[in-house]
């Protein structure tokens, strides 16, 4: 259930958008007072014959702030980029009804601390319906990567943790090797609902 009255971290689309645009609109939203962070996760692409630093996913980015705050943010067209909010079922007392994502904070450090990393381990997914299908909650207990929490999952014939964010955005880490899984009991595969 979204509070109104907390910052959260809101996954938000940016309409007619490209890799310049999203960085000059992050570094706009950071200026503001109202806005905690943002995050735009990176990674290296070919760009005319070299590799460059550029946004994974286009057209998104992630928003710490309050409700209140992006609102007032998100209909302010003359200074920002449209931004959209990325809407999903909720059912409350019986009624289904649409409701703005946010991602809870724990997932989302996961998430940023896992594509922070450069490497080819970390792998993005573009098939959310695999990613984000409910699975086996784990923490990884060793190496780089100890304490993120995600699902385990196969890909590509291989242990993997995925750490989705509905709907919207997933990291896999490849190649984990089940001595360093902790299987967690008890927890849901779905944080954001």
């Known amino acids: 259930m979204l509070d109104k009255t907390k910052s959260l971290w809101y996954p938000m689309r940016i309409s007619y ?14 200026e503001e007072t109202s806005v905690e962070e943002t995050f735009v996760p990176m990674i290296y692409k070919q760009v005319d014959m070299k590799m460059e630093l550029a946004p994974a996913i286009d057209n998104l980015i992630f928003i710490r702030t309050k409700y209140s705050d992006l609102s007032v943010i998100k209909e302010n067209k003359s200074l920002y980029e449209p ?4 809407m ?8 289904i009804h649409s409701e703005v994502l946010f991602v809870p904070d724990g997932q989302m ?4 601390r896992v594509t922070a990393e450069q490497n080819d381990r970390v792998v993005f ?15 990884i207990t060793e190496g780089a990567f100890a304490g993120v929490k995600g699902v385990v999952k ?7 943790v995925v750490i989705p964010i509905k709907d919207v955005a997933a990291v896999a880490i490849t190649n984990v090797p089940k001595k360093h899984l902790l299987y967690l009991k008890g927890e849901e595969t779905d944080e954001t609902a």
Do not use: W
Request: positive net charge; glycine residues 4%; charged residues 25%.
């Open 17 to 30: 958008s490209n890799a310049s645009r999203l960085i000059k609109l992050q570094e706009k939203l950071n």
């Open 83 to 86: 931004l959209r909010y990325i």
């Open 88 to 95: 999903h079922p909720v059912l409350e007392d019986g009624i």
């Open 109 to 112: 450090n996961d998430f940023k």
């Open 125 to 139: 997914l573009n098939n959310m319906e695999f990613a984000c299908k409910p699975g086996t909650r784990v923490q």
């Open 154 to 160: 196969s890909f590509k014939k291989h242990l993997c």
